[in-house]
């Protein structure tokens, strides 16, 4: 049986083809799945893609790259239901492990979201994101622009990346001191008078094959703008859980980390209670996290089109500039 890692891999790699309206070669493949917070290289992807032509998922056309054959649609199609179920919580500790931020020395690396937009929306989007993360409704008001002739990321022809500061971040900054952190729920969360008042929805992470983040975005319309003009509205929001022994030490890590920007975490629940009526198991206590994408929201709620992809990579955080 081949190693669970590659098969995940040749899961990726064929996703970004059947994604894909032309043939795709391995560089471009590689780039995407950088993107997407794959460590893999060119030379690495051409590997993968072999296994793919044996297998008969694949048909190479010359030098333009490859496209999926019929075989291949299916076999992605069915390997996808199995291979991400627990997908999301593996990604999230993994992420969570590669978090290496010190808020005492405010130096290394945060987990990011990347969305991309049109070059034309830009002052929009950077005035009504640094509006959201200053009104506490995001991780942090720190992000990363990258240009269309970027060389760190593969950006589409007219549009413009930005790095998000994501929720993850947190689980890494607990688990760096010794305190696991389970992702329980993701969901929207109802606002009133400024205040978290309940979760009107909520996903768990295990029962899930997607990030439910991602899912609440498509199927779900928030109402982030009402909520900073009003103070009343639907967010997008996290719930985690946390062994009742960390209570102090959770809460402690959390201040230093509000003292430097890094201040998404709503608030602690009771050890044993529901928060804002999410359940929680017996000898632990939640902690419900803003969604670190709430600032793509409002901007979708304006009509602006931008493509976001939720816990894609890892940035060092003082390459990251306020906004």
């Known amino acids: 049986m081949m190693d669970p890692q590659i098969e995940r891999k040749l899961i990726e790699i064929m996703r970004v083809i059947h994604e894909s309206d032309k043939p795709i070669g391995a560089r471009a493949i590689?780039?995407?799945?950088?993107?997407?917070?794959?460590?893999?290289?060119?030379r690495a992807v051409?590997?993968?893609?072999?296994?793919?032509?044996?297998?008969?998922?694949?048909?190479?056309?010359?030098?333009?790259g490859r496209?999926?054959?019929?075989?291949?649609?299916?076999?992605?199609?069915?390997?996808?239901?199995?291979?991400?179920?627990?997908?999301?919580?593996?990604r999230i500790e993994e992420m969570a492990f590669r978090t290496t931020y010190?808020?005492?020395?405010?130096?290394?690396?945060?987990?990011?979201?990347?969305?991309?937009?049109?070059?034309?929306?830009?002052?929009?989007?950077?005035?009504?994101?640094?509006?959201?993360?200053?009104?506490?409704?995001?991780?942090?008001?720190r992000v990363r622009i990258f240009e269309e002739d970027s060389l760190e990321m593969s950006l589409p022809p007219g549009k413009i990346g930005i790095a998000t500061v994501c929720s993850v971040t947190f689980d890494g900054l607990l688990l760096?001191?010794?305190?696991?952190?389970?992702?329980?729920?993701?969901?929207i969360l109802q606002i009133e008078n400024k205040k978290p008042a309940r979760f009107l929805d909520l996903i768990s992470y295990s029962g899930t094959s997607i990030d439910p983040i991602k899912i609440f975005m498509n199927r779900t319309p928030t109402s982030v703008l009402e909520v900073l003009e009003k103070g009343e509205g639907k967010i997008l929001a996290n719930m985690r859980q946390i062994n009742s022994s960390a209570y102090e030490m959770t809460g402690k890590i959390l201040k230093k980390a509000e003292k430097v920007g890094?201040?998404?975490?709503?608030?602690?629940?009771?050890?044993?209670?529901?928060?804002?009526?999410?359940?929680?198991?017996?000898?632990?206590?939640?902690?419900a996290v803003v969604g670190g994408i709430?600032?793509?929201?409002?901007?979708?709620?304006?009509?602006?089109?931008?493509?976001?992809?939720?816990?894609?990579?890892?940035?060092?955080?003082?390459?990251?500039?306020?906004?």
């Open 67 to 90: 496209t999926l054959t019929d075989l291949g649609e299916n076999e992605m199609n069915d390997a996808l239901i199995g291979d991400r179920f627990g997908f999301v919580i593996s």
């Open 262 to 287: 890094l201040a998404g975490c709503i608030t602690l629940g009771e050890i044993d209670e529901y928060l804002l009526g999410a359940p929680v198991e017996t000898g632990k206590f939640g902690a």
């Open 176 to 187: 760096k001191a010794g305190i696991p952190v389970e992702p329980a729920y993701g969901g």
């Open 30 to 42: 590689a780039d995407e799945l950088n993107n997407r917070g794959y460590d893999i290289g060119e």
């Open 294 to 323: 709430n600032g793509i929201c409002a901007l979708e709620e304006t009509g602006i089109e931008i493509e976001t992809n939720p816990i894609s990579t890892m940035l060092d955080y003082q390459t990251m500039k306020e906004i």
């Open 46 to 64: 051409r590997y993968h893609l072999r296994i793919l032509d044996e297998r008969g998922f694949t048909r190479k056309h010359g030098y333009a």
């Open 102 to 141: 010190n808020p005492e020395t405010d130096k290394g690396d945060v987990v990011v979201n990347i969305s991309y937009f049109d070059k034309d929306d830009f002052e929009t989007v950077i005035e009504l994101i640094s509006y959201t993360a200053h009104a506490g409704y995001m991780i942090s008001p």
